[in-house]
């Protein structure tokens, strides 16, 4: 008797705190975040509109590498992790390549959440972690299958991390994770005392 492993999920997984200067680069990161909360004001009309609790700028700024020189360092970090996990999902990407296609700033307030979607329109994308408070939330990734499942059992409640329906992953300030476009995530409720801030990111195939 034999069991394969076939049409499997992969999520990368890694950090920019082992990066030289990691702490001084993570602090202007942080601080340029923070001011484009300040400043945005297009964005945070949107953000009280759509009822996001905190600020994005996802709407509003898709310049933010020309913007600020910390966004175009962020990016070429990005794209190394980007090449490594397109290398790994042995992606046959012909003689077009991956582009970083949009990034955005998300920081959520305390008891703020973001529901349950996914990225059309893009091949990879994923989130790099600047400010995690004790209690901040952690990545909520679900099972593509789960809508085709009907009439499953529920899971065992100590079922092996790769059986499971929904998996939380609990990132650091410099965590980097990626996953392919389709796979539907959320963040549940920020339970930390102060705000959870991150960078979004959309890889197209071009």
Same mark, same amino acid.
């Given at each position: ?16 705190? !082992?990066?030289?200067? $990691?702490? &001084?680069?993570?602090? /202007?990161? *942080? ?7 300040? *400043? ?7 953000? @009280?509109?759509?009822?996001? !609790? !905190? ?15 910390? $966004?175009?360092?962020? @990016? ?8 490594? $996990? &397109?290398?790994?999902? *042995? ?7 991956? @582009? ?32 995690? +408070? +004790? ?6 990734? *679900? ?9 499953? +059992? +529920? ?7 790769? &059986?499971?329906? $929904?998996?939380?992953?609990?990132? /650091?300030? !410099? ?15 920020? &339970?930390? @005392?102060? /705000? ?11």
């Amino acid at each position: 008797m034999a069991l394969r492993s076939l049409f499997v999920t992969q999520v990368y997984e890694a950090s920019l705190a !082992g990066d030289r200067d $990691f702490a &001084a680069f993570n602090a /202007e990161l *942080e601080d340029t975040c923070r001011m484009l909360a300040a *400043e945005d004001m297009a964005g945070r009309a949107w953000c @009280k509109e759509h009822r996001y !609790g !905190g600020y994005t700028s996802y709407a509003s700024l898709d310049d933010l590498p020309t913007r600020a020189s910390i $966004f175009d360092d962020l @990016k070429r970090k990005l794209d190394r992790h980007a090449a490594a $996990f &397109a290398k790994d999902l *042995e992606l046959d990407l012909g003689r077009r390549r991956l @582009k970083l296609d949009s990034l955005w700033v998300n920081i959520l307030k305390p008891g703020a959440a973001h529901s349950g979607h996914i990225h059309p329109h893009s091949v990879l994308s994923g989130t790099v972690y600047v400010a995690i +408070p +004790p209690g901040a939330s952690a990545l909520k990734l *679900e099972d593509p299958r789960l809508p085709l499942m009907m009439a499953a +059992p +529920p899971r065992t409640a100590d079922a092996a991390e790769s &059986a499971r329906s $929904f998996v939380y992953l609990q990132p /650091e300030p !410099g965590t980097v994770l990626m996953w392919e476009s389709w796979l539907r995530h959320e963040v549940p409720a920020n &339970a930390a @005392k102060q /705000e959870r801030i991150s960078v979004s990111f959309n890889y197209a195939w071009r």
